[in-house]
């Protein structure tokens, strides 16, 4: 049983050598940075969110060019919440046939804006203290050109909401800043919820309507603009935008992953699925010989788990506010991973339905997801 903790401690180290964060330092000098942003924010039935979201921004001591609303068909008091906060609240028109909800959203907030930096961010996140300074400093190291992506930092606040851990870990594996050789690569995708770009390079790229049909549009978005030349880089948001997914329960946390991770996973670099598929298969074989090595020798059986969870925990700490104890149930995030996954499977290959954010998703055996 030894080999197994080797290999799955191999692993784990192998794939998650580093986890690059936000730009920690800020220098006023550089604020405006942050006067040239026009910050787009695509909300549907977002009331319980965009509030926390808005404030934030206001709470900044340097204030963005304009923060623009995107009022996707919201059925909720998200329109007149954003318009109390002072933001422009825009109605996005009827979704046309072949764009999905979001991209369409995005796309006709980047329409109306005036900023010469694009700064897309989902409605569940929020700007810690000099936040939005910190991103803009970050995209000053790559002088302002290309993609800079982000995943905000995942505060949690019940135990199911835990169960996101693997899932995080994915994501970030999938974007090829992670591993022990990402200094020779670039990275090949980015996160969903954070993206920021110069006017200039969201022309070049063609904007999300380059991407109108998927489902998870900025990481698509991010291999688009690589294709088409342009520099992409990734990070954590830990200590200047954070989030809180899945608040209204368990539910609601397996749908929200499972409905679109299959398909997320045709999108990923071949080298990353397989280096990512042997890492979670290695775990897995692990787990399903934890109760035998315990039995066999629970010293060293002691030791081997504590070292493998102390691994992942210096690991997501960098992602989100896990605890030492919480990152020791590795077992049970992964058995909640494969359910998950398997359940995304069977919807992406065997034609099913469901429904996100009162849309259906329709998603169609062999191709990526359609919503109406």
Request: overall charge positive.
């Amino acid at each position: 049983m030894m080999y197994l903790w080797f290999v799955a401690m191999i692993l784990t180290i192998l794939m998650f050598t580093r986890i690059p964060i936000v730009k920690k330092t800020i220098h006023v000098r550089n604020s405006y940075l942050v006067k040239k942003c026009s910050i787009i924010i695509p909300a549907r039935n977002e009331e319980n969110t965009i509030g926390k979201l808005l404030s934030s921004i206001h709470m900044q001591f340097i204030q963005p060019l304009e923060v623009i609303v995107i009022n996707d068909g919201s059925s909720d008091r998200t329109k007149e919440l954003a318009e109390e906060r002072g933001a422009k609240v825009i109605d996005a028109p009827p979704l046309p046939n072949g764009w999905n909800g979001k991209s369409w959203a995005c796309w006709n907030g980047a329409q109306a804006s005036k900023g010469e930096f694009l700064l897309f961010v989902d409605s569940d996140t929020w700007f810690e203290e000099a936040g939005i300074l910190r991103i803009c400093e970050t995209y000053k190291q790559q002088q302002c050109q290309g993609i800079l992506t982000i995943h905000p930092y995942h505060k949690m606040e019940t135990a199911f909401e835990t169960l996101s851990m693997m899932f995080h870990l994915v994501v970030f594996a999938s974007t090829n800043v992670t591993h022990l050789f990402s200094w020779l690569c670039k990275p090949s995708g980015g996160f969903g919820q954070f993206f920021l770009c110069t006017r200039s390079v969201y022309g070049r790229i063609g904007g999300h309507e380059a991407v109108k049909g998927e489902l998870v549009e900025h990481f698509a978005l991010s291999q688009h603009a690589k294709k088409c030349g342009e520099s992409v880089e990734a990070a954590s948001g830990m200590g200047a935008i954070s989030m809180r997914m899945y608040r209204d329960g368990f539910g609601d946390l397996f749908y929200g992953w499972s409905k679109s991770f299959a398909s997320g996973a045709k999108t990923t670099n071949i080298f990353l699925l397989v280096l990512t598929s042997i890492w979670i298969a290695s775990l897995n074989s692990l787990v399903l010989h934890l109760p035998g090595m315990m039995w066999a020798d629970p010293f060293q059986f002691l030791i081997q788990y504590s070292l493998i969870g102390g691994c992942l925990y210096i690991i997501v700490r960098r992602i989100g506010n896990f605890s030492f104890f919480e990152t020791l149930l590795f077992p049970i995030h992964i058995l909640f991973f494969l359910v998950c996954f398997l359940h995304s499977l069977w919807n992406t290959f065997f034609g099913k339905k469901t429904i996100w954010k009162d849309r259906y998703v329709f998603i169609e055996k062999g191709k990526d997801e359609k919503m109406k």
